[in-house]
């Protein structure tokens, strides 16, 4: 008798999360991933002096 009610919640769930439109901050996303500005086109690796005295 419960299953009805639950599948329809999910149902309603899923509409929700596919036709909803969100909205996304994209110069945050962009930030937060580290992509490099036109500017600064250079790619520093940040740990690649951390094992210096190492032989691959």
Excluded: F, P
């Amino acid at each position: 008798m419960g299953r009805g009610r639950q599948k329809a919640k999910h149902t309603k769930i899923a509409r929700e999360l596919k036709y909803d439109v969100h909205g996304v901050n994209y110069a945050a996303l962009e930030r937060e991933l580290g992509h490099a500005s036109d500017e600064d086109d250079t790619y520093v690796d940040k740990w690649s002096d951390e094992y210096e005295g190492e032989k691959a």
